[in-house]
């Protein structure tokens, strides 16, 4: 296990278990907006959002995933449910995705489907700075066509939303391609051939790996096992004419929207479902430790998984990763949830008064807190400081018989009286119309 060492204890006052984080308000402004940009971007490109469960079935991730992936061995939280069938948190969105498509028949809809999600994963990693047991990925998933151009326009996605996100220059491109499953399997065999009789210089890990996917031997991070894997058969070599084709196409696309990238042939990626295509993008001071996202193609999982032979295409960013991105490059998001308004009010008459009033200014679009318990009107406006509210409303036994309210701009400290019927109107003259919080969600519609 990655971790043996961790203590079992539980810590009273309870925290969090190790490796997971509450996602605070000043954290939820990021997430708030990179979902925005990443429905925005998604609905121009024609793809819809699908949220499969948290927990599947644990074969749908082995069957997919594959036995021997670090992933499967090491990271999957599992556990049996009432009736002794096994369970996993879901450790990353495209195997549930595909069971979803076979089992949704989507192979009816228009191809290629094109879907997008925003959703928790977990796996048991080791928990380090931009690694986590819960992480947020943002995915896109094209299923149902072949051509490389579909490759590139993914790419050229990612590339938008890392851009609008201002961190597209933070990153490079790692591109490869590791041929079709048949291709693959006549390399894996090279390998085994040439790993033969060397077994004793392997790292434990790279053992178990040699049977089942020899492949991951060559981006293994231990001395010994890279030394044998800088002398290893290349996989250039094994290739098949149809993937460097595609290869070859893909790169031109690349050019064509003019989008960098480092051919890079060891990058093999984690999980063994891919075909073709592989790409990831490295932080370019940190390399593949930090990726802010990966993805390829997976011709040959719509059938592994029991449907009917499919291409597909895929790619995912983990959104905690692009956060610590940005934060380190300074970059600010709108805050939406600043008060416009604080109503401080004494006296019961005042309070009765203020609760109309309140609900009137939220549907103009002023955000507003207020009415809170029975203090002094001067503990109410320290209050009103502490949640950095602009303006004060304040309603004494003064304003309530004379039916008004005294308007308090609280930064210069000046106020001004005005008929509690204007309240409103006047607020918004300042607080200003273009900063009113007016967000319809639409027309609802009735059949
Ligand atoms: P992945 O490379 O395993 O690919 O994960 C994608 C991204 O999720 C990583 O580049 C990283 O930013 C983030 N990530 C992964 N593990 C963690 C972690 N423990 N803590 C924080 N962030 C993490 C996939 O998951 C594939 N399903 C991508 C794909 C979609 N391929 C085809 N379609």
């Not at 931009?130 to 995915?139: A, K, N, P, S």
């Amino acid at each position: 296990m990655p971790d043996d060492k961790e203590s079992t204890a539980v810590v009273f006052p309870f925290q969090t278990p190790k490796g997971v984080h509450d996602i605070l308000p000043e954290d939820q402004d990021y997430f708030t907006y990179i979902k925005k940009v990443v429905r925005h971007r998604a609905r121009q490109a024609g793809f819809r959002r699908i949220s499969t469960p948290m927990f599947e079935y644990t074969d749908v991730f082995k069957r997919s995933i594959g036995e021997a992936s670090d992933i499967v061995t090491k990271e999957m939280y599992t556990f049996p449910d009432h009736k002794g069938r096994s369970l996993t948190l879901k450790p990353e969105s495209t195997a549930g995705v595909v069971r979803s498509y076979i089992q949704n028949n989507m192979n009816q809809w228009p191809q290629p489907v094109l879907l997008y999600y925003i959703e928790p994963h977990f796996r048991y990693d080791r928990p380090q700075k931009g690694r986590y047991r819960q992480f947020w990925q943002f995915g896109f998933e094209v299923i149902g066509e072949t051509d490389p151009a579909l490759d590139a326009q993914l790419i050229h996605l990612a590339m938008k939303i890392y851009g609008d996100l201002g961190i597209d220059q933070l990153f490079n491109l790692q591109l490869n391609t590791i041929g079709t499953s048949e291709s693959r399997k006549k390399y894996m065999q090279v390998l085994q051939d040439y790993y033969a009789g060397k077994e004793r210089s392997l790292c434990e890990d790279c053992k178990y790996r040699l049977n089942k996917n020899p492949m991951r031997l060559l981006d293994c991070k231990m001395e010994d096992c890279q030394i044998l894997a800088s002398l290893a058969p290349k996989m250039t070599d094994y290739l098949d004419k149809e993937s460097l084709e595609h290869y070859e196409e893909l790169k031109s696309y690349l050019d064509e929207v003019g989008i960098e990238y480092t051919e890079n042939p060891k990058l093999v990626r984690g999980l063994d479902y891919y075909t073709k295509t592989v790409f990831e993008f490295w932080d370019k001071s940190e390399g593949a430790q930090n990726a802010i996202g990966g993805g390829g193609r997976y011709d040959g999982l719509v059938e592994l998984m029991g449907g009917q032979a499919t291409p597909a295409v895929g790619f995912a960013a983990g959104i905690e990763r692009i956060i610590a991105n940005m934060k380190r490059e300074k970059i600010r998001v709108p805050k939406k949830d600043e008060l416009h308004v604080f109503v401080a009010q004494l006296g019961i008459e005042a309070k009765r008064k203020c609760l109309n009033l309140i609900d009137e200014m939220r549907e103009a679009g002023l955000k507003t807190m207020g009415a809170l318990g029975k203090g002094a009107i001067n503990v109410q406006l320290k209050l009103a400081h502490k949640f950095q509210a602009p303006f004060a409303v304040l309603i004494g036994i003064t304003e309530v018989r004379e039916g008004t309210a005294i308007i308090r701009d609280m930064k210069r400290g000046v106020q001004e009286s005005v008929k509690m019927d204007k309240v409103t109107h006047r607020l918004v003259e300042l607080i200003g119309k273009e900063h009113l919080d007016k967000y319809h969600p639409g027309e609802l519609l009735y059949s």
